[in-house]
C-alpha cells in the first residue's frame, strides 16, 4: 500500500459564544488546515493541524502550509504501512515544524486504521474506557462572572475546571480562584492556567494567597528556569503546558523533577506517535497529563480522545477539544461531542471521523 495523493485544506472556524480570552492574547478566529492522504488501494486518511494565532506559541497556519509544501511531495510513492519509516521521511524533508507534521502522522494511523478495520486507540495500544472526561476552560475574566460560569459548566457534568489567569492584575486573579472555588469544592478539581503570563513573584504570591484550595498550577512562567525557580516555593502542584514543545523537553522537565503533571499537546508534539511516547514517559514516572490540542475540529478532536482513552483512567486529566467554540461538525453522522463532561471514544474504524465529500472545497494544494 503505497501513497499516491496528497491533498491540503482550509477550514475556517470563527469562534462562537464571544471571544476566547488568555493571557497571551485573544481568539475571535482561527483557521485549520487539513490534509487528506490517499493510498493505491483506495484507502484514505486525514489529519489536521490548527494553531490558535501567531503568538500563543511559535507555530502559525502559514507556518504549518509551507511546512507541508516542504514535506508532502516527498510522501508520494511511499510505504504507508510502517508510520515509523513514515516519520523519518518527514524529518529527511523537513527539520523541525512537528505541528504541521503532526497533520500527516493522524491521516497515517486513520489511513492504516481504515485499512486494517481497526480504531485508533487500537493502534496506539488499546482502549481502557469507551468515554474519557472533558474538562471545561474558564476565559479570563471578571471573578464573580467566571465562578458563575464555573457553576453553569459543573451542572453539565464537567468534573475539571481550568481557570485562565494572567494579564490582569494578581488581585483579580486571587479572586477569581476564590470564586470558582465556592462553587467547584467538592464537584470539580480546578487547575489554574496562566498560559506562560506570570513572573516568578506573581506565581508565588498567588500559590500562598490561594494556600488552601487545592488547585493545580498550569504553566504559571514562561521559561522551565522559571518553573525551576518555583519548586519548594509553592504549595501546589505545577503543571507544564507551552514548554512541552518535544519530548526531548518532556524528558528534561521530568528529569529535572520540576513538572507534576503536563498539559500535552497532540500536534505540538508531533502527532500520535510522538504523543504515545510521552504517554509512556508519564507512566513510567506515574504523572498525570491530558490530552488535548490548540484548536480545530473533529479530526484533531478525534485523535485526542482516541489517545486520551489509552492513559490509564487515574492519572488522566481530561481533555479539552474546542468543541463548544466551534459551530458544526466535519462528520454529521460521527461528530465528535462533549455530554456530560465526557465523550465518547469513537468505534468506527481510523479515526472514526470521515469528513463529508467537498465540504472544504477545492484543495489549496495537493501533491501526486
Known amino acids: 500500500m503505497r501513497i499516491i495523493q496528497i491533498n491540503v485544506f482550509s477550514a475556517p472556524l470563527p469562534v462562537q ?52 509544501e516542504e514535506i508532502g511531495p516527498g510522501l508520494i510513492g511511499e510505504e504507508a504501512t510502517s508510520i515509523r519509516s513514515l516519520g523519518a521521511r518527514m524529518d529527511a524533508r523537513l527539520n523541525g515544524h512537528n505541528y504541521a507534521k503532526a497533520a500527516f502522522d493522524i491521516a497515517f494511523h486513520d489511513l492504516l486504521g481504515r485499512t486494517y478495520g481497526i480504531s485508533v486507540s487500537t493502534l496506539l495500544g488499546g482502549a481502557l474506557t469507551n468515554r474519557i472526561e472533558a474538562y471545561y476552560s474558564l476565559v479570563v475574566g471578571e471573578p464573580n462572572e467566571t465562578a458563575r460560569i464555573a457553576a453553569e459548566k459543573i451542572k453539565k457534568g464537567y468534573q475539571r475546571l481550568q481557570v485562565k489567569i494572567g ?72 503543571y507544564l503546558d507551552e514548554n512541552t ?6 524528558l528534561r522537565a521530568i528529569s529535572m523533577g520540576i513538572a507534576d503533571g503536563f498539559g500535552l499537546k497532540v500536534t505540538r508534539l508531533g502527532g500520535l506517535s510522538k504523543m504515545t511516547a510521552v504517554r509512556d514517559m508519564c507512566a513510567i514516572r506515574s504523572l498525570p497529563h491530558s490530552s488535548d490540542d490548540t484548536w480545530g475540529g473533529d479530526i484533531i478532536a478525534a485523535a485526542c480522545v482516541h489517545l486520551g482513552a489509552t ?58
Not at 470564586?179 to 506562560?196: H, L, P, T, Y
Not at 525557580?229 to 502542584?237: A, I, Y
Not at 466551534?326 to 468506527?348: M, S
Open 167 to 238: 494579564g490582569q492584575n494578581i488581585e483579580n486573579d486571587v479572586e477569581t480562584v476564590h470564586k470558582v472555588w465556592e462553587v467547584a469544592a467538592g464537584k470539580a478539581r480546578v487547575a489554574v492556567d496562566a498560559n506562560r503570563g506570570m513572573t516568578v513573584a506573581a506565581a508565588l504570591q498567588l500559590s500562598r494567597s490561594c494556600q488552601a484550595i487545592p488547585i493545580v498550577l498550569e504553566q504559571p512562567c514562561n521559561t522551565l528556569d522559571e518553573i525551576a525557580n518555583l519548586k519548594g516555593r509553592v504549595w501546589h502542584p505545577i
Open 245 to 250: 514543545e518535544d519530548q526531548n523537553v518532556v
Open 17 to 68: 459564544g464571544g471571544t476566547y480570552r488568555m493571557a497571551s492574547g485573544s481568539i475571535d478566529f482561527v483557521e485549520s488546515t487539513l490534509v487528506e492522504v490517499i493510498a493505491d488501494n483506495g484507502a484514505v486518511g486525514w489529519g489536521e493541524t490548527c494553531s490558535n494565532g501567531p503568538v500563543y506559541q511559535p507555530q502559525h497556519t502559514l507556518g504549518a502550509r509551507a511546512a507541508i
Open 311 to 368: 492513559v490509564e483512567p487515574r492519572r488522566f486529566e481530561g481533555a479539552w477539544i474546542a468543541q463548544e467554540y466551534i459551530e458544526g461538525h466535519y462528520d454529521k453522522a460521527n461528530p465528535i461531542t462533549i455530554r456530560d463532561g465526557h465523550i465518547l471514544v469513537p468505534q468506527e474504524p481510523g479515526l472514526g471521523v470521515k469528513p463529508e465529500a467537498g465540504m472544504f472545497g477545492k484543495p489549496i494544494a495537493s501533491y501526486g
